[in-house]
């Protein structure tokens, strides 16, 4: 009875989702874009999409008239809906234990980063009430935040650590994001980011605190198998150029892959030590020069920029335009977090990315999921429509075309996510 009932399941496994009045973000070769690339969506209209075993196996043009509905499918009817790739959000810091709002109305008050940072507030609060918290507390809070993505349209997702700042809890950050790879339905990478800020015990030690992160972190870090990307904050007054190739080259040691915040509040030469050190991706690109411009579309460092930070910050948006016009790789994240961008909405991101920086939904959209997929070298597994991919799927609200999903920024127009061939 038992085996039946599994058989009458394995029969029932494929599905065929009909009523889809466009398919977006089709891919028939799986490459990084850049430049003008960038502004090619491939869609089609009228189509079908056939899922097995959470995967996309075959999609085409539908005919109501030809696929009579007795093929033992079990049928999924779109109403009407726009489909497109989940979105893969390659910069998050969705760990954390508490929010920041004291801080926000703070700067609406007036007062500046650095003396909100003298009251101990920004990464050092984080990192004091990260101390505090357990890690089940910890991990229930992240899965929360992560479920409301999955909601949102997040299909792929990385998570930083870096509130931690001692070796036992960038650990006890590390291992919360080990559980969550383990219980999310989605591919989930883990950066180690201990080179976040200064520590206050080593604040005129810093040379201490990077041994630290070399000689005591990382190895306890890899004996656990606990990260894929090294990450480190350089910026004026954090790490410098050197600091960040240095530990960049150790975190390479251990396996693990750079990937950096480079050029948010200065050109702090983050975006050379991402080229020098063969980073991933350069993140966030608030300030760049030509140089930097030109340096990072000659290379196979991917431009990250994380619109929302620049806008609750306040800040000029990065260069999008002139980054596509150098051929730049370029992918859009959240930067999710509690100081800066607390919240992951990748639909604004993309929105914003449209508004603020002028880039073309195409570009926007292409940017948020197949070069996000490429940022977490996930670009095999999710990022875009093509068989053998998951089937992490965002139906839409019906709408008259693609440009209208940034175009009303405001309205929630998701009406269904499907991760591994499920509707949440
Ligand atoms: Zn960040």
New binding site residues.
Partial sequence: MVFLIILKERLLMRKRIFNIAKLAGITRENNLLRGEALNVLETIDNVYVDIENGMIVEFGPFSATADQGDRGYEYIDAKGATILPCWCDS?T?IVFAASRENEFVDKINGLSYAEIAARGGGIIQSASKIAQATEQVLFDSAMERLEALMRLGTGAIEI?SGYGLDTANELKMLRVIQRIKDAAPIPVKASFLGAHTYPPAYQTNHEGYIQLIINDMLPAIHKENLADYIDVFCEGGFFNYEETVRICEAGKQFGLTPKI?ANQLHASGGVEAGIEVGALSV?HLETMTAVNIEALAKSNTIGTM?PTAAFFLRMSYPPAKALMAANAALALAS?Y?PGSSPGGNMNFVVALACIQMKMLPEAAINAATINGAFAMDLANEVGSIAIGKRANLIFSKPIPSIAYLPYSFSSNLIDKVMINGNFL
């Fill in positions: 910069h810091h930083k915040h993140d994380l930067d977090n």
